[in-house]
């Protein structure tokens, strides 16, 4: 009934920037944040970027100053515009839509299927 899918990721030279986007779509009333987690091979997954219906931002640490999370509602799309990327920043991200949906008014949170971003030295 609601899908959330990511796209853009893929491999960047250290330095370089990505843009990655998500888009949620299907039985949607209202959105009322939507985030970017990540997660590295033998690592818990991260929070790396929220933004809430309201605008408010939270960034993890590692991620400030680099990273940027933006929205456009009339799409339903949130993205993150990664920029200085490091080495360490290789993990596949995953997008978070918190979602009332239609057809109860009660809201979910639903998944994106990953994109895997490389950072190479």
């Known amino acids: 009934q609601v899908q959330v899918v990511e796209s853009g990721g893929g491999l960047v030279q250290a330095g370089g920037s990505l843009r990655l986007s998500c888009a949620a779509s299907?039985?949607?009333?209202?959105?009322?944040?939507m985030g970017w987690y990540r997660q590295a091979p033998g690592k818990q997954r991260e929070l790396v970027a929220a933004?809430?219906?309201?605008?408010?931002?939270n960034y993890a640490d590692s991620v400030k100053g680099r990273f940027t999370i933006s929205r456009d509602n009339a799409k339903n799309t949130v993205y993150l515009q990664m920029n200085s990327l490091k080495p360490e920043d290789t993990a596949v991200y995953y997008c978070?839509?918190?979602?009332?949906?239609?057809?109860?008014?009660?809201?979910?949170?639903?998944w994106g299927q990953g994109t895997q971003v490389t950072v190479s030295s």
């Open positions: 299907g039985s949607i009333f209202s959105i009322n944040a």
């Open positions: 978070n839509a918190r979602i009332i949906v239609r057809s109860s008014f009660r809201e979910y949170d639903y």
């Open positions: 933004i809430t219906g309201g605008g408010s931002t």
